[in-house]
């Protein structure tokens, strides 16, 4: 059976943290939310979580680093819903932390590179046929992060800041291929946040971290296009 929704989101890793939070929110906005999660056990807690508070979500088995995976949860979505209003790559991981580029592990910068960036494209392609059918317009939302500024960039986790400089030379690559389509694609920074990946010591809660992430999903002009945001600000690359 197809969701009756007239709104529907996608969020990669959405079964903790930010992705979560985020779709909370845009359930709170009458959204159908696809949870994309690559642990389905975890997936399947955040579903029922969400669930008990009266929203519909619907969970999708999605690795972003395996192309088959991504195809399979396309081939699931297909049978849910016939269109993708908000597409939001919010899977990331974050490995490297203490160490410089002088002592940095490339085995580890490739697999953020295929997470981080890889993964995303993939995910973009394969569901595109289902952004272009919305109906008032399309949405994909890159979570980027301000460690991916090359303009105040420093010696923070190499691997991880430079997959999400990559990541936002990816979203500029897709808003001008998508240029006239009526889909908007943007970067966003949503600040140090405490989640698994910020940790306790970070100066943001959840929700705020979620903030711009739903601002550009729902609000945001789809005019705005192929640019990078933090606090519904666009900010320098």
């Excluded at 009458?30 to 519909?56: K, P, Q, T, Y």
């Excluded at 908007?184 to 992430?213: C, F, H, K, L, Y």
Aim: hydrophobic share 40%; proline share 3%; aromatic share 6%.
């Amino acid at each position: 059976m197809k969701t009756e929704h007239q709104q529907v989101a996608l969020i990669t890793g959405a079964n903790k943290g930010i992705g979560k939070e985020t779709a909370r929110q845009l359930c709170k906005r009458g959204f159908a939310v696809f949870i994309g999660s690559r642990d389905m056990h975890r997936g399947r807690e955040a579903c029922e979580e969400l669930c008990a508070e009266g929203h519909e979500v619907v969970l999708l088995h999605l690795d972003v680093t395996d192309p088959v995976s991504i195809k399979q949860a396309v081939g699931t979505f297909s049978q849910k819903a016939d269109h993708l209003d908000v597409l939001i790559n919010n899977a990331a991981i974050l490995e490297d932390h203490g160490e410089d580029i002088t002592k940095l592990n490339t085995e580890m910068l490739e697999r953020a590179m295929k997470t981080n960036v890889v993964g995303p494209i993939l995910v973009t392609q394969d569901f595109l046929p289902y952004l272009q059918k919305a109906r008032a317009g399309a949405r994909v939302v890159n979570v980027s992060s301000g460690s991916g500024a090359l303009h105040d960039m420093s010696t923070y986790a190499p691997g991880y800041s430079i997959s999400k400089t990559a990541l936002n030379a990816v979203t500029r690559q897709f808003a001008g291929a998508l240029s006239g389509q009526n889909i908007a694609v943007n970067s966003v920074d949503p600040g140090w946040v405490r989640t698994e990946m910020g940790g306790q010591r970070a100066s943001r809660p959840v929700e705020q971290g979620a903030e711009t992430i739903v601002w550009l999903a729902t609000e945001a002009p789809l005019h705005e296009t192929g640019k990078f945001w933090h606090d519904k600000a666009e900010v320098n690359w």
